[in-house]
């Protein structure tokens, strides 16, 4: 899809939020008419499950809700899956258990898995008896796993073949299908005691005469994975690979599954999500239309950080209260110094949490990281700093000032690169998050670094 037809759909799924959005804005003080009833109907029935779950994300609850009772029931599995956590926690709490077990019988097993966990507790063992053997087997199997692991991921629909048959064979077999599970672009060939020994992408298999064996024209050498991988780590190898799925085996090499790539680009989306939100001291994702009180249980914590830190901050100035009043012109210039060692800060924290995410740096490399942050830095503070530094000593009519200036920038750009490399690195060294709140740290160190710097500097030489 080009830029193009990308920004047109884009405009085009606006413009269906705002359609609807208009009508219910007609029956704000009553019910829906039966005849808006049906537009709006009409108008779900023509969307894709992943523009339905925008739509509903972007209404308020009371209108979300009135919206989700309009979707066919045939449709609420497929949604379900589609919207943010946050958002199907408030669809399913609108659900009586009928219409939950009849969203979880259209979903295959991979799927029910995902939507298992936000489902009520006293449902579960309806729902699992609804299931025949192997269902249940294959949802308890990617239930055993964490969330970040690949099993919780496996799909278990996929072709096999064995080694030992003919092409011809291979398509006789495959027309007896009516359609092939999603994203097949390869059979995975196992022998006979369903240990994988390769794959046949389906175009080897059109080109090839179909009096050869399979063994002579499949791939032995695959990209395989293990159910307990990192999920981020296989899909930065899908990323790599150009793989659109991949087979999944066991510890002895016995074939359990298959990923498909788009549970990987999920799983990119969500991890830059919640990286995102960690940058900002978010705990987890936010409905935006969330009550007031569950975004300030979500929000709290960091905000308590933050006004710890700008208290230190606070205090550093008190303590150059006399030279501040002895010296106006350092009230308007420390703020300077400040909001680009910030800047800065979070340019490097950015570059080394996204190192990190993709599992670039190494002890020794982290030492090489530091020393080229700390040039970068220094550079940067001795050209921008002495520029602010000629501005401050023109608008000031100081030569000493514009020197401190110049010094002091350049100092906190060196404690943002120090600050930027050496938080994300001791948090990944003590098995936290890199990205947790690191904004707000980064902040808070080149805030109060940069005020007494250039504050100590002026005391120092100017006062």
């Known amino acids: 899809m080009t830029d ?3 920004r047109s759909a884009t405009n085009r799924l606006h413009d269906q939020l705002e359609a609807i959005v208009e009508v219910l804005r007609r029956h704000e003080d009553d019910l829906l008419s039966p005849a808006s009833q049906a537009q709006l109907r009409q108008q779900l029935d023509e969307l894709h499950p992943a523009d339905i779950a925008f739509i509903l994300e972007s209404l308020p609850l009371d209108d979300r809700l009135a919206v989700w009772q309009l979707v066919k029931a045939d449709r609420d599995g497929e949604i379900l899956l589609e919207v943010s956590d946050a958002v199907r926690e408030s669809l399913i709490a609108d659900m009586d258990r009928h219409e939950i077990l009849a969203a979880a019988v259209t979903l295959d097993a991979d799927e029910l898995a995902d939507l ?18 192997q269902q249940r087997e294959q949802v308890q199997s990617a239930l055993s796993y964490e969330d970040d692991q690949l099993g919780a991921l496996m799909d278990f629909e996929m072709v096999t073949i064995r080694e030992d048959v003919r092409l011809e064979v291979v398509l006789r077999y495959l027309r007896r299908f009516d359609e092939l599970p999603a994203q097949t672009d390869k059979l995975f060939v196992i022998n006979h005691d369903n240990l994988l020994t390769g794959v046949l992408p389906l175009h080897w298999l059109l080109v090839n005469s179909p009096d050869k064996m399979v063994s002579a ?144 740096i190494t002890a020794e490399s982290a030492k090489r990281l530091w020393r080229k942050e700390l040039t970068v830095s220094l550079l940067n503070g001795l050209m921008w700093g002495g520029v602010i530094g000629i501005v401050a000593w023109l608008l000031y009519d100081s030569v000493s000032l514009g020197l401190v200036m110049t010094a002091a920038m350049t100092l906190n750009l060196l404690l943002a690169a120090f600050a930027g490399v050496g938080i994300p690195v001791l ?3 003590f098995g936290r998050d890199p990205a947790l709140g690191s904004s707000v740290l980064i902040t808070a160190m080149t805030d109060s670094g940069g005020f007494f710097i250039f504050l100590g500097l002026a005391t120092i030489f100017l006062v």
């Open 427 to 429: 948090m990944t060294k």
């Open 4 to 6: 193009v037809e990308a």
């Open 217 to 360: 024209v499949m791939a032995p050498d695959v990209n395989t994975f293990h159910p307990t991988d990192d999920a981020y780590e296989v899909a930065q190898a899908f990323e790599r690979y150009d793989l659109v799925t991949a087979p999944v085996v066991d510890e002895r090499g016995h074939l359990i599954g298959r990923i498909t790539i788009d549970a990987m680009v999920d799983v990119i989306r969500e991890e830059g999500e919640s990286e995102a939100l960690s940058r900002g001291g978010l705990r987890e994702e936010e409905d935006i239309f969330a009550s007031v009180w569950a975004s300030l249980k979500n929000r709290w914590s960091w905000l308590a950080v933050n006004l710890v830190t700008a208290f230190v901050a606070s205090r550093v100035i008190g303590l150059f209260e006399d030279s501040i009043q002895k010296l106006v012109a350092l009230a308007t210039l420390m703020p300077i110094v400040a909001g680009i060692g910030g800047n800065s800060g979070n340019q490097t924290i950015t570059m080394i949490v996204r190192a990190l995410a993709l599992n670039q």
């Open 116 to 133: 298992v966990e936000d489902l009520p507790t006293a449902m579960l063992p309806e729902l699992m008896a609804g299931l025949d053997a």
